[in-house]
């Protein structure tokens, strides 16, 4: 309790930094509102305080240095964590004003989706990979579920380059297409929400590219919650962006005043490139 | 920019560490091949003894027709071997594949560590000590009798760590983030370990099933405690009918002052080591894996 009740911490440049300032919630309707989280690793606090609205079919970047917990934040979202043993939150998070905490993991999985950071698919075929997550929703129907899995690659970008081959192994798939996959197969369950956990970091800058496009087209549908260790990534892709520094959420906000007129001294510093 | 790098010296190793270098080499080549020899030796002596003995013996007869006291044929003793080590693995097999899943992927209850050292300690009990509880609580107690059914369960009981053990090995070797993966698609326990998690660990999986088979067709003591010996064909009856198999017929025919019953002797050793072989190439050609199929994560 003591660490959560002091919100100040010592940055790496010796200065005193707090979190940001969390008002009541907004008039707008925001997808998921997250107030006051504390995250704990056994007896370790790596979230501090944590307060913000996602608002609903944007995308919202989280960066910050390495081990800052912009992470550990996303896999909050969708309680990854629990699989993890000796973890341990505190605080609340809504999902359209439902607590996450009280509803059923099952079912928050299946409407908030995530791709992370080294593409996972499955050890099957391109078809079976895609529709796993189709069948897992309950669907059996075997042309239902090729519409499914043709839709869901088509959204992902990737129905006209694997058409021809979906009985193949995924692993014969290059490592951007690999991604695509595993962002086709969280398509498949139709998540209200997806979180992407760095998903670019093991990508070259064309495939990078045909990602963020990807992100583009699927935010008309679905709100995107990115982390990249990559600025200029969000500053390309994010509507607003959140500054994550030992675990505390420094600042959040629109991402143009982020990255020309941050309001905190830590988000310039890290944005002009002087730690981090 | 400034001086020129001035050229490495060029590092040469002095005469004695060279020397010393050689015969470290010399050795460790020559321990090597002392001990590929004594492997690979015994190996091929066995395998020359069993087929030059057991070639002679070797005629249609012997897989055709059913042993008559110390003569005939071994197809009794062929088809048992076979019922009793895939009775065997009808018990052990699901009950070890399910042990192994729970000490994989449910290891946070208490049970786990207690059922990983009762395993383990199952591999080191000696097989006939198995047998003769069988005997006692089997065929004895419950009355079963020599049966199918007591010899089965017997071997049952010396496979189930093998086949614990090695699934939960295999199933620990799958990437966490194929797991999270799947979780992360809403998907229950169930799903991710029936759907994922098994089918990904399958070939380690049924390389364990194998060697546990390897095993059962090469036991002899349990089942003189259980199954004890017939000159007949199986009539189908589970309980209170003794069955024959191969390490019976090598057991008990090579004690005996007849030489057709030392030819039945090694024509049962020659199948035995066959079945062996065979199992262990297929259990190779399991773990062998399909191109295009590449698993990224091995090697």
Redesign the interface.
């Known amino acids: 309790m003591g660490a959560t009740s002091d919100a100040e911490t010592i940055c790496p440049t010796g200065k005193t930094i707090s979190s940001e300032p969390q008002g009541p919630l907004p008039a707008t309707a925001a997808k998921i509102s997250v107030r006051h989280l504390n995250f704990f690793y056994s007896r370790r606090q790596v979230l501090y305080d944590i307060g913000l609205d996602i608002p609903e079919k944007k995308i919202t970047a989280l960066i910050g240095p390495s081990g800052c917990g912009k992470s550990t934040f996303l896999r909050t979202l969708?309680r990854?964590f629990e699989?993890v043993?000796y973890t341990r939150v505190e605080g609340e998070v809504k999902l359209d004003g439902e607590d996450i905490f009280g509803m059923s993991v099952?079912?928050?999985?299946?409407r908030v989706?995530?791709v992370?950071q080294?593409s996972?698919?499955?050890?099957?075929s391109i078809f079976d990979n895609v529709a796993?997550?189709a069948r897992?929703?309950g669907l059996k129907n075997r042309d239902k579920l090729r519409e499914v899995v043709e839709t869901s690659l088509r959204r992902a970008a990737l129905w006209d380059e694997v058409k021809d081959s979906l009985r193949?192994?995924a692993?014969?798939l290059s490592g951007g297409q690999q991604q695509r996959l595993?962002i086709a197969?969280?398509l498949a369950?139709d998540p209200e929400v997806i979180l992407l956990d760095e998903p670019c970091s093991a990508l070259d800058p064309i495939a990078t590219a045909k990602i963020e496009d990807l992100l583009f087209d699927l935010v008309g549908s679905c709100t995107i919650i990115i982390v990249t260790h990559n600025m200029q990534q969000a500053a390309r892709v994010a509507d607003q962006t959140g500054f994550f520094l030992l675990g505390r959420l420094i600042e959040f906000d629109k991402t143009e005043v982020m990255f020309k007129n941050p309001s905190r001294k830590e988000t310039e510093d890290y944005i002009s490139g002087r730690f981090g | 920019m400034g001086t020129a790098a001035a050229p490495l010296p060029r590092i040469r190793a002095a005469s004695h560490h060279r020397l010393r270098r050689t015969i470290l080499d010399f050795l460790g080549w020559g321990m090597s091949a002392i001990a590929f020899l004594l492997l690979g030796g015994a190996m091929v002596w066995i395998l020359a003894v069993v087929v030059m003995r057991g070639y002679h013996a070797l005629s249609l007869t012997v897989i055709t027709h059913v042993t008559e006291g110390y003569g005939g044929g071994l197809l009794n003793a062929i088809e048992g071997t076979l019922i009793l080590a895939f009775g065997g693995l009808i018990l052990s097999a699901p009950l070890g594949l399910a042990a192994g899943i729970y000490l994989a992927e449910f290891d946070?209850g208490r049970l786990a560590p207690v059922i990983r050292f009762l395993a383990d300690v199952l591999v080191g009990v000696p097989s006939i000590v198995i047998g003769y509880f069988c005997y006692v609580t089997l065929v004895e107690r419950l009355g079963w009798k020599f049966s199918v059914a007591a010899g089965s369960v017997a071997l049952a009981i010396i496979s189930l760590p093998y086949i614990c053990r090695t699934s939960e090995m295999a199933l620990r070797q799958v990437?966490r983030?194929?797991?999270?993966?799947?979780?992360?698609?809403?998907?229950?326990d169930s799903?991710v370990v029936l759907?994922?998690c098994v089918?990904?660990a399958l070939p380690g999986i049924l390389t364990g099933v194998l060697l546990a088979l390897a095993i059962s067709v090469g036991e002899t003591a349990p089942l003189i405690y259980t199954a004890d010996w017939s000159n007949y064909l199986w009539t189908g009856h589970l309980t209170k009918e003794p069955i024959g198999y191969l390490t019976y017929a090598i057991w008990a025919f090579i004690t005996e002052p007849f030489a057709s019953a030392h030819a039945l002797a090694y024509a049962a050793a020659f199948f035995v080591t066959l079945f062996v072989l065979l199992i262990s190439i297929a259990s190779r050609m399991v773990l062998v894996e399909r191109p295009?199929?590449?698993?990224?994560w091995t090697r």
């Open positions: 969708n990854m699989t043993p099952v079912d928050l999985r299946r989706g995530m992370f080294k996972n698919p499955f050890p099957k796993f997550g897992v929703n193949k192994s692993y014969s595993c197969r969280a369950v | 946070r990437p983030a194929l797991r999270e993966g799947a979780y992360a698609l809403g998907a229950r799903r759907g994922i089918p990904t295009g199929w590449r698993r990224p």
